[in-house]
């Protein structure tokens, strides 16, 4: 079972930047695609951003398009969120997911059922 482990949450203000980590355990993090997810309190989890195995696909939601970047570095077992101008409403926990079932294409995820694993959640607070 992958374990991931979120980190770089924290307090921000709006229009500031913040960069969230997620280390994944195991030795097959080459092979897994990545993705970042959130959740508002009473909200189902929403897809953030998502990056095939290779790196060389990547989406994002219209949320966050043009603000967020997402990357991944394999050496080291882990996938990046880049937040540049914040804002209130991206406050929230952020979730890193793994999907680590057998892919067959180069694909960036964009719904929560293709991950199988998750971490335990970043807080992100965003002031005004």
């Known amino acids: 079972q992958v374990q991931l482990v979120e980190s770089g949450g924290g307090l921000a203000q709006g229009g500031r930047s913040l960069r969230l980590a997620c280390v994944a355990s195991?030795?097959?993090?080459?092979?897994?695609?990545m993705g970042w997810f959130r959740q508002f309190p009473g909200k189902d989890r929403e897809f953030v951003a998502g990056?095939?195995?290779?790196?060389?696909?990547?989406a994002y939601a219209d949320s966050v398009k043009g603000r967020f970047t997402i990357a991944r570095d394999n050496a080291k077992n882990t996938v990046y969120l880049q937040m540049n101008s914040l804002k209130p409403e991206d406050t929230t926990v952020y979730y890193c997911?793994?999907?680590?079932?057998?892919?067959?294409?180069?694909?960036?995820?964009?719904?929560?059922?293709?991950?199988?694993?998750w971490g335990q959640g970043t807080q992100v607070t965003v002031s005004s």
């Open positions: 990056i095939s195995w290779s790196g060389g696909h990547t």
């Open positions: 997911a793994a999907r680590t079932r057998r892919v067959y294409t180069d694909t960036a995820y964009d719904y929560s059922e293709a991950y199988d694993a």
């Open positions: 195991g030795r097959s993090f080459e092979s897994y695609a």
